[in-house]
């Protein structure tokens, strides 16, 4: 252990915060490189096909963003519960959920509906349905103190679990000749395109806005940032905190839901178990990254969707396993995580820098 | 009932080696999450080794080093830059997975290579193996179980019968008491979070090693997150973590356990048991920690001298 006189800083400027913050990316990033260098893969070559393949062409710009969409709504999502610091890891299982429940919409409710009525309803039982599977660790987590970490991650495997077996069993499609899929949805099930991308990029830019102002502008809002501070606080103030950790989970798993019916109706256009596709996960770093501020969620999360239409390209193009973009995540985290440290602290003597070790 | 129950134990190991390793961990007041990641960093580790050396103790060692490496950067993140513990294990999580998913993915299929395979094959414990009853469920184990009970008795014996682990309690209950009372606090930390991903590693190494000997992607399949839950049922304490491990090992197989006795049941359905099971003893276990049962009292609080 290195010796160093380490010291409670004041509030640091503006200017050198962000210059902190970027030189962690920066770091990252060359740590990443290092790493891939360790695998004896070109870094260099990784990176620009990393950007080729996200913004390189018309298409695959359009492919990120597509990207971007599920990974935004979800991180505002993640971000209404993680603000009360209440660890919803559970977005995986709501938005699979949200998704299940499109989809009995889309399966039960008739082709003859009108498109508007059929896509609303779908929305709305997909909110419902990502909603109340937060709801369940909420009320325990209100009402008995119920650790909500692992509540929320076990919900996702039961999650993933129950849709596995709809699609092998009794919502299996019977014109699909035994195998293991889901019927596909009609016309009217299928969210529209606007400008040439499906409208959820519409929902997203309107929820970051929602979100904001439901955050900083109303009294719940405020609540939730207040339980999240202190507890203490919030009872000393009267506040009701079971009520506001309920309702902030509502919201919470209602966005993943969302994202569920987002995903099933535009690009699948069906319901499969893997629907998720990770973007739960994902979505906890974006929403960190971004210290759960809605505007720079939509941009952490574009750049991250970068990441994952990168990947999918370098796994294609230069046979390259996609779970590098995972570390590149991973590891920008971690040193963004770490960076916080020298916002906080001053350190009397310059220090060894420490690295990490993979 | 005999077999199922030396199922258990197979199914359950690498439980116990993940429990073992999160206690020793949130004994020195840190919560990590990243155990699931450190499994499968120990995973891959183990079977890479395995593939390249055909040696088993390269293998295990292998395991150990890796799931400590992951353990190393939350170390530095949280002990030294405390960082927020739960977002850094759940980023170790996401990292170790995408690690293992890119280093295995040369690998995907393959089996283990038959001399490893042979090191570990069931043999008796000698005159143990004989104890009526007991013995063939205990004791006609391979060496990696093996392994596992005596790191068990180990940790319980170092954790209530030694200096170090009597130092390490103190540690995790009142850090600034025993900081003031001249304990190294920052080695203690760093140690004992080491050595908890050594054993988080080595339990994913038994699952790619012995249990499921052909490398696939999600081989760890959420055991790591049951473990964090465990740790909770098993009181911290290492020898009640084996029959948390064991009764969870059979939980797990109980489902098709009842297919083969002719039940007939969706597969998925008796799959979600473990996970249902795990909330329940989440639930259970806040009602008892009523009753002043939460384990280390300065869990998840970064310590900083000057803070006092």
Same mark, same amino acid.
């Given at each position: 252990?290195?010796?160093?006189?380490?010291?409670?800083? !004041?509030? +640091?400027?503006?200017?050198?915060?962000?210059?902190?913050?970027?030189?962690?990316?920066?770091?990252?990033?060359?740590?990443?490189?290092?790493?891939?260098? &360790?695998?004896?893969? !070109?870094?260099?070559?990784? &990176?620009?096909?990393?950007?080729?393949?996200?913004?390189?062409?018309?298409?695959?710009?359009?492919?990120?963003?597509?990207?971007?969409?599920?990974?935004?709504?979800?991180?505002?999502?993640?971000?209404?519960? &993680?603000?009360?610091?209440?660890?919803?890891?559970?977005?995986?299982?709501?938005?699979?959920?949200?998704?299940?429940?499109?989809?009995?919409?889309?399966?039960?409710?008739?082709?003859?509906?009108?498109?508007?009525?059929?896509?609303?309803?779908?929305?709305?039982?997909?909110?419902?349905?990502?909603?109340?599977?937060?709801?369940?660790?909420?009320? &325990?987590?209100?009402?008995?103190?119920?650790?909500?970490?692992?509540?929320?991650?076990?919900?996702?495997?039961?999650?993933?679990?129950?849709?596995?077996?709809?699609?092998?069993?009794?919502?299996? !499609?019977?014109?699909?000749?035994?195998?293991?899929?889901?019927?596909?949805?009609?016309?009217?099930?299928?969210?529209?395109?606007?400008?040439?991308?499906?409208?959820?990029?519409?929902?997203?830019?309107?929820?970051?806005?929602?979100?904001?102002?439901?955050?900083?502008?109303?009294?719940?809002?405020?609540?939730?940032?207040?339980?999240?501070?202190?507890?203490?606080?919030?009872?000393?103030?009267?506040?009701?905190?079971?009520?506001?950790?309920?309702?902030?989970?509502?919201?919470?798993?209602? +966005?993943?839901?969302?994202?569920?019916?987002?995903?099933?109706?535009?690009?699948?256009?069906?319901?499969?178990?893997?629907?998720?596709?990770?973007?739960?996960?994902?979505?906890?770093?974006?929403?960190?990254?971004?210290?759960?501020?809605?505007?720079?969620?939509?941009?952490?999360?574009?750049?991250?969707?970068?990441?994952?239409?990168?990947?999918?390209?370098?796994?294609?193009?230069?046979?390259?396993?996609?779970?590098?973009?995972?570390?590149?995540?991973?590891?920008?985290?971690?040193?963004?995580?770490?960076?916080?440290?020298?916002?906080?602290?001053?350190?009397?003597?310059?220090?060894?820098?420490?690295?990490?070790?993979? | 009932?005999?077999?199922?129950?030396?199922?258990?134990?197979?199914?359950?190991?690498?439980?116990?080696?993940?429990?073992?390793?999160?206690?020793?961990?949130?004994?020195?007041?840190?919560?990590?999450?990243?155990?699931?990641?450190?499994?499968?960093?120990?995973?891959?580790?183990?079977?890479?080794?395995?593939?390249?050396?055909?040696?088993?103790?390269?293998?295990?060692?292998?395991?150990?080093?890796?799931?400590?490496?992951?353990?190393?950067?939350?170390?530095?993140?949280?002990?030294?830059?405390?960082?927020?513990?739960?977002?850094?294990?759940?980023?170790?999580?996401?990292?170790?997975?995408?690690?293992?998913?890119?280093?295995?993915?040369?690998?995907?299929?393959?089996?283990?290579?038959?001399?490893?395979?042979?090191?570990?094959?069931?043999?008796?414990?000698?005159?143990?193996?004989?104890?009526?009853?007991?013995?063939?469920?205990?004791?006609?184990?391979?060496?990696?179980?093996?392994?596992?009970?005596?790191?068990?008795?180990?940790?319980?014996?170092? #954790?209530?019968?030694?200096?170090?682990?009597?130092?390490?309690?103190?540690?995790?209950?009142?850090?600034?008491?025993?900081?003031?009372?001249?304990?190294?606090?920052?080695?203690?930390?760093?140690?004992?979070?080491?050595?908890?991903?050594?054993?988080?590693?080595?339990?994913?190494?038994?699952?790619?090693?012995?249990?499921?000997?052909?490398?696939?992607?999600?081989?760890?399949?959420?055991?790591?997150?049951?473990?964090?839950?465990?740790?909770?049922?098993?009181?911290?304490?290492?020898?009640?973590?084996?029959?948390?491990?064991?009764?969870?090992?059979?939980?797990?197989?109980?489902?098709?356990?009842?297919?083969?006795?002719?039940?007939?049941?969706?597969?998925?359905?008796?799959?979600?048991?473990?996970? #249902?099971?795990?909330?329940?003893?989440?639930?259970?276990?806040?009602?008892?920690?009523?009753?002043?049962?939460?384990?280390?009292?300065?869990?998840?609080?970064?310590?900083?001298?000057?803070?006092?």
């Amino acid at each position: 252990m290195i010796a160093l006189r380490v010291t409670k800083r !004041d509030v +640091m400027p503006r200017k050198k915060e962000y210059a902190v913050r970027v030189l962690a990316v920066v770091l990252s990033i060359v740590f990443a490189g290092v790493i891939m260098l &360790f695998f004896g893969l !070109d870094p260099f070559e990784i &990176f620009k096909s990393l950007v080729v393949g996200s913004v390189g062409t018309q298409m695959r710009i359009k492919q990120t963003l597509i990207k971007a969409i599920p990974l935004c709504i979800a991180s505002l999502g993640i971000s209404v519960a &993680f603000r009360m610091k209440f660890w919803n890891i559970g977005a995986e299982g709501q938005i699979t959920l949200g998704a299940a429940a499109a989809t009995f919409v889309a399966l039960n409710l008739g082709q003859t509906t009108p498109k508007p009525v059929m896509l609303l309803v779908m929305a709305m039982a997909a909110i419902v349905a990502g909603g109340l599977w937060a709801f369940i660790p909420a009320i &325990f987590k209100a009402k008995l103190g119920t650790n909500e970490t692992i509540f929320t991650l076990m919900l996702n495997y039961i999650a993933i679990k129950f849709v596995m077996y709809l699609q092998y069993g009794p919502w299996i !499609d019977p014109a699909a000749q035994g195998f293991p899929k889901i019927a596909m949805f009609s016309e009217n099930a299928i969210l529209p395109n606007v400008f040439g991308l499906h409208i959820g990029w519409i929902i997203a830019l309107v929820l970051v806005i929602v979100v904001h102002v439901f955050i900083s502008k109303t009294k719940k809002g405020y609540e939730i940032s207040v339980v999240g501070q202190s507890v203490e606080t919030a009872r000393y103030a009267g506040m009701n905190i079971s009520n506001i950790i309920i309702t902030a989970m509502l919201l919470s798993g209602g +966005m993943c839901g969302l994202v569920g019916m987002i995903q099933a109706s535009a690009i699948e256009k069906s319901l499969v178990y893997s629907i998720a596709n990770n973007y739960g996960f994902t979505a906890i770093i974006t929403a960190w990254l971004a210290r759960l501020n809605s505007a720079a969620i939509l941009l952490v999360c574009i750049v991250f969707a970068m990441l994952i239409q990168g990947g999918a390209y370098i796994q294609i193009a230069m046979n390259v396993p996609s779970s590098v973009s995972s570390i590149v995540q991973g590891t920008i985290l971690f040193f963004v995580l770490g960076s916080e440290f020298f916002l906080q602290y001053k350190i009397g003597r310059v220090p060894q820098l420490q690295k990490e070790v993979a | 009932m005999q077999s199922f129950l030396a199922t258990c134990i197979v199914a359950g190991t690498p439980l116990l080696f993940a429990i073992i390793g999160e206690i020793i961990t949130e004994r020195s007041g840190s919560l990590n999450l990243g155990v699931e990641g450190m499994m499968l960093l120990g995973a891959i580790a183990g079977f890479a080794t395995a593939m390249s050396t055909q040696n088993p103790y390269a293998a295990l060692l292998g395991a150990g080093l890796a799931g400590a490496g992951g353990a190393l950067i939350y170390a530095i993140l949280t002990v030294t830059l405390r960082a927020n513990q739960t977002v850094t294990g759940l980023t170790l999580t996401i990292f170790g997975t995408g690690v293992a998913s890119f280093v295995g993915q040369p690998m995907l299929g393959s089996t283990v290579p038959a001399e490893v395979s042979a090191f570990f094959a069931k043999r008796a414990a000698g005159v143990l193996a004989d104890i009526p009853y007991v013995g063939p469920i205990l004791f006609r184990q391979d060496l990696f179980v093996y392994f596992g009970y005596i790191i068990c008795i180990f940790s319980a014996v170092y #954790l209530y019968r030694t200096r170090l682990g009597l130092n390490l309690v103190a540690v995790g209950e009142n850090t600034a008491a025993a900081d003031a009372s001249g304990i190294n606090v920052n080695l203690y930390k760093y140690t004992h979070i080491l050595i908890g991903g050594a054993l988080c590693g080595l339990g994913g190494a038994y699952l790619s090693i012995v249990r499921i000997p052909i490398w696939q992607v999600d081989v760890v399949a959420g055991r790591g997150w049951i473990a964090v839950a465990l740790v909770i049922f098993a009181s911290w304490n290492p020898l009640k973590a084996f029959f948390a491990a064991m009764l969870f090992g059979g939980l797990s197989i109980l489902g098709l356990r009842l297919q083969a006795m002719g039940f007939s049941f969706s597969q998925y359905l008796v799959d979600m048991i473990p996970y #249902l099971a795990t909330i329940l003893i989440v639930i259970l276990s806040t009602r008892k920690s009523g009753k002043g049962n939460l384990g280390p009292a300065n869990m998840s609080r970064p310590y900083f001298r000057e803070d006092r």
